[in-house]
Every structure is written in C-alpha cells, then in structure tokens.
C-alpha cells in the first residue's frame, strides 16, 4: 500500500488559476478580432473559455484527492494532525459545491444569450456571466489556497502499509535504532521525511517466504516520555496504533550512553502503556557495555515482566539473528491469528 497522497498532482493557488484565466481569455480576445465571428458566438466562446478554465481546475482539484472517509485510520489520523481532518472535508465539500454553482450559472447564462438579440444585453449578460463565476472562485479562495498549501505536508508522509506485519523499532535518541533496521533489512531501506519530527524516517523490508514484513525507525516520535509531548506529537504517535506489528524497544548501555538507564526505562513504560502491542527488549551496543547498567537494566526489566532479554550490537550484528527470529516469529504469530479470526467472524455472519 503507497500513502494515499502521494500521487496527488500539485493543487493550484487561486492566484494561478485567476492568472491562468486572465492570460488565455485575452489571448482569445484578440484571436477573435483578427476573425470575422458574429458578436453572439464571439460571447459565447469567451463565457465558454471561463468556465471551461473554472470547472477543469477546480474539478481537477476535488477529483484527485482522497475522499477522506474511505483512507484508512493511520492515514487519516495522520492526516488530522498534519492539516485537520474538519479542515479538509470542508474545504473539499466547498470546492464541490462551487463546481455545482459556476455549472449553475454557465448553464443560466449561456441559454440567456442564445435567445438575446440586443448586442448591448449580449454583452452584458456575458460580463455578468463571467463576473458571477469568478466570484464564485472568490469566495472559495481560502479553501483553494489551504489545500494548495497543505498538500504538500500529506504528500511528504512516506508510503508505511498498515496492514502489513510490522516491526517498530522504539528507544530514546542515539540508542541504535536506525542502524537495526538497517541492519535487519534484507532490501534497500528508505528514507523519507516524517512530517512530525525534524529526522527522517528509515523503512526497510524483510521477506520471509511470500511474506513482506516491514522495519521502521520512527524518529522523534517513540523516543521521550510522553509527558513531553505537545498535542500534535501524541496524537501522530497514537497513529501508529493502527499499524499491524509489533515494537522492539532498544537500551543504550554503552559507557558513554547519552541517557540513564531509569531514563530509558520510564520511556519504555510511557511505551508499554499507550500501545497495545507486544513488545520485544534488547540491550544495544553490547560490545561497548557498562556492566552495572546491563545488570540494572535486567533487575528493572524483570520488575515489570520482562523475562526474555535479548543483547546485541546492532553495529556489529552480535545476537542480531536470534532477535530477528524471534521477532518475526512472533509478527507471524499475531499474523496468522488475526487472519483466523478474521476467518472466525466471517463465518460467524453468514
């Protein structure tokens, strides 16, 4: 699955479209002087261009865009803290309505000059046309220019399946967390800008038989306690909900570690109480370790239920094969149960 926005084509500014009329209607203006067209098909064609302009760029606009209520809920909780997702409908709900009012008033004005015989009312009733149509584009500029700014933001987030087993891989900044999923991908991992954080996301893939699983490093968003979180942060991190998988957590317990053991700790119980997912601990950069934070980190781990710690190197692949067997024996497991109980309830409605 590739994000919903990302082949969305760049929306106009309602600047571009006003300028996009003004130049082509003039054009057409003085093409028509040079030829010898009777004053009611000379109105015609230059009500026609307008709103030929109107219609295609607003439509285009509308038409290329996800329709909200179908994109699934990591993409449309993501949404929501990117933009708003109130903000979006209204502003497509408006544009649709206004390609409904120019149709109106094209359509009105069009047959009012048809049966008109006065070249003074010809023309009038084509300025007016024009003028009624154009305010119409007008009064929708907001929503022209919020979708044409925004954009942008919905197309940067980078194409995550939520469907797909998963890995998240979670800890505090500078435990090693980008260079595990490297290390762990079997194909060439992404990097894309995450549009929460000031780091970019790195996604990798491993396959295993016809299975695709996914590998993320979620930068910025799974790394401090959530107590330090703005209302935009935590909501892009409950997005991550709705992703199918699992989290591995990194400890940083080398000599020279940036974050104390209590720290990583707290961030790892924010973790445990905010995500409804299984997670799998591992003590990073064993070749470099402070023994008394190894121990203190198993002592505490073991308080609250941890009883399968794995130690690796994710720099030097130490014990990073048994983690990986691990993990994706228990993504499979999850897996194949939500698939049986999806099998469950299909028969339970028939």
Excluded at 328 to 335: D, F, I, N, V, W
Aim: aromatic letters at 6%; charged letters at 30%; zero cysteines.
């Amino acid at each position: 699955m590739i994000s919903p926005f990302e082949r969305i084509p760049t929306v106009p500014r309602y600047e571009n479209i006003v300028n996009r009329v003004t130049l082509r209607y003039r054009k057409l203006v003085e093409s028509l002087r040079r030829k010898n067209v009777k004053l009611k098909d000379k109105e015609i064609k230059k009500l026609n261009l307008v709103y030929e302009i109107l219609i295609s760029s607003i439509r285009n606009i509308v038409e290329k865009l996800p329709y909200i209520d179908k994109v699934h809920p990591f993409y449309k909780d993501l949404l929501d803290v990117l933009i708003g997702y109130d903000n979006y409908k209204k502003a497509v709900v408006r544009l649709a309505r206004a390609i409904k009012l120019i149709d109106k008033i094209y359509r009105e004005y069009l047959n009012l000059i048809k049966v008109a015989e006065d070249p003074w009312e010809i023309r009038s009733l084509r300025k007016q046309g024009v003028g009624r149509m154009m305010s119409v584009l007008k009064r929708n500029r907001k929503y022209i220019d919020f979708l044409a700014e925004n954009i942008v933001k919905l197309k940067r987030i980078p194409s995550i399946d939520p469907e797909k087993p998963t890995i998240i891989v979670a800890g505090m900044p500078q435990v090693g967390k980008s260079t595990l999923v490297k290390r762990i991908s079997t194909a060439k991992t992404e990097i894309a800008s995450y549009p929460f954080t000031t780091k970019n996301l790195i996604l990798g893939h491993i396959r295993v038989g016809h299975e695709l699983i996914q590998a993320i490093d979620t930068p910025g968003l799974l790394d401090r306690p959530l107590s330090e979180r703005n209302p935009i942060e935590l909501q892009a991190i409950m997005a991550l909900k709705h992703v199918k998988g699992i989290i591995i957590y990194l400890f940083d317990v080398s000599i020279n570690s940036y974050y104390t053991v209590d720290e990583q700790i707290n961030v790892l119980k924010d973790i445990m109480g905010s995500f409804d997912k299984e997670i799998i601990v591992a003590i990073n950069k064993i070749d470099d370790a402070d023994k008394n934070k190894i121990n203190k980190v198993i002592n505490e781990l073991n308080k609250i239920g941890f009883d399968t710690i794995f130690k690796i190197s994710a720099l030097k692949g130490i014990g990073v094969d048994e983690l990986l067997k691990h993990a994706l024996s228990k993504l499979l497991e999850r897996s194949n149960a939500n698939v049986k109980d999806s099998i469950e309830n299909s028969r339970s409605r028939r």
